[in-house]
């Protein structure tokens, strides 16, 4: 089992900046990748960012160049920077982590609004 709370959504005028968190616990030894997803209103989640084991990471087309994801091993967190928001990244933003065998767990979303 592995338990993820994510923090620091808000509300950001367009052109500012967020940090998300996503604090892991539990079976994280178990991790071999985390990412984040988002989901707007009336849409499907989608792919935002994602970091495997090895420190590889991979960006929707829609961030690059404004998002980044990392983490911290020494605290069990993940991050995800936010600059130069738009009102396109409102959404509610959830933390992911893969564990061996594939098997996939969520936070429970943290909102991020974007006012223009």
């Known amino acids: 089992q592995v338990q993820l709370v994510e923090s620091g959504g808000g509300l950001v005028q367009t052109g500012g900046s967020l940090r998300l968190s996503c604090a892991a616990s539990g079976s994280i030894f178990s991790v071999t990748a985390m990412g984040w997803y988002h989901q707007a209103p009336g849409k499907e989640r989608e792919l935002v960012a994602t970091?495997?084991?090895?420190?590889?990471?991979n960006y929707a087309a829609s961030v690059k160049g404004r998002f980044t994801i990392s983490r911290d091993n020494a605290k069990n967190t993940l991050y995800l920077q936010m600059n130069s928001l738009k009102p396109e990244d409102t959404a509610v933003y959830y933390c992911t982590a893969r564990v061996t065998g594939s098997r996939q767990y969520w936070g429970q979303g943290t909102q991020v609004t974007v006012s223009s």
């Open positions: 970091i495997t084991s090895t420190g590889d990471t």
